[in-house]
């Protein structure tokens, strides 16, 4: 007993205090910058020294070993990894190898070049949000986005929150707090397990009434608990699942109808919200994906979708419907807490226009969608060959799937040919994780055991970012 006290206090006079650490060679010139560099970096020196008491008090590191990890520099390099992963943190751009092209790990939809152009003009600069340029007037800044939605899918009114569920949000909060909202047991998505329609009702104030089993719910169902003096009655796309076999759910029109007929609020969500693109070939290879016209011509009196998913733009809420509805809810204190900033908004108007003017098949989300296996071919091929050029590489090209993303058209597999990666040494795993941490970061796909590049989601220039983050790989 006595002697193991002896030890740890012989292992605590040598643990250095943090001052001290930072006068070590191998330290000092990392605290000479600027004053929060030099926090940063006091803060990581005393996370390690606090790392090896905690292993002193453990009877895990003794005097011996604990010198010999000052005299090897181990605290130096400790805080030089530590410093790159804080430094590696942030929005990085990275490579896209996985495929899916609605990532909402890796930010769902690149924006179009020049949508990324009126965005960064709106925030560098100042712009007309909340004024109107000819009469000098207060206006309201999602008014232009109202004009250019209500055109694309003949809606009477529109406006933009900060993202879908926002939007599912105000209306839930808007017409049925304090009340119930009634949605199919079937319909009771969850996606990703951040969006959950019971907790964003719970929170809302609003009741959940489920009505229907999983598989099947009827009208009947529907017109009874609107005639208990629900609020709201619900519809959603099951974006990120499709029930099969024996199933039967109310169509849009037909829920519109009693909605109508009760006096109760009606909404669909859509999740993706696709929108029909005049002059641009359909998206058909998502199967039955609902368009935002269809389902404001069923008679709904709002329909939610997301700005960054098939729609192809910034991330936002878009909500679409009748002039009175889409008024009462702009009229609510949480659309106020939930709307859009400029920069946002800028891009939604310059992807919208980009609609309107015929070139939605320019938007990159669509356009990655819509690529065939045989437009991807030779992209695969090119990937194959540099990285089995590479020593200790080996790569096929081998047919593959790729996952649109983001839980749009659920079941939907695109066929693409992926490039298959071995190591002699490193494992797929390792590989992934060391490309990463790389530089680009590359984000790769893991199947069958196998590290696979999917060329579906890269974009341009993204080929050279590819090569110089093997290269990197296969050098160090
Ligand atoms: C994705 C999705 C949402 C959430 O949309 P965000 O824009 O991610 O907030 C809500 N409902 C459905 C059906 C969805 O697919």
Redesign the pocket.
Known sequence: MAAAEERRGEAFRLLPGVDEASRLDSIAPLVEGAEAERELVLGLVRGILEEWRAEIVAGQLDAETLAGRLEGGELARGVASRLARERGGGLWRVVNATGVVLHTGLGRAPVHPEVASAMARAAVGYCVLEVDRFSGARNERDAHLGTLLERLTGAEAGIAVN????A?LLCLQTFAAGRAAVVSRGEL?E?GGS?RVPEIMARAGVSLREVGTTNRTRAADYERAAGDGAGLLMK??T??YRVVGFTGEVDPAELAEIGRSSGTTTAF????GLLEAAGSAPLDMLGAEPLVRDAVASGIDVVTF?G??LLGGP?A?LLVGRRAVIDALRRNPIYRALRCDKVTLAGLEATLELYLAGRADELPARRLLRASAAELEPVAARVARFVAALEGFEAEVVPGRSQPG??SAPGVFLDTPVVCVRHTERSPDELAAALRAGDPPVFARIHDERLHLDPRALLEGDEERLATAFELLASG
């Open positions: 993202n879908n569920a926002g599912v998505v996606i969006f959603v796309h974006s990120n969500d859509l999740g993706s997301s960054d998913k991330q809420g983001s839980g």
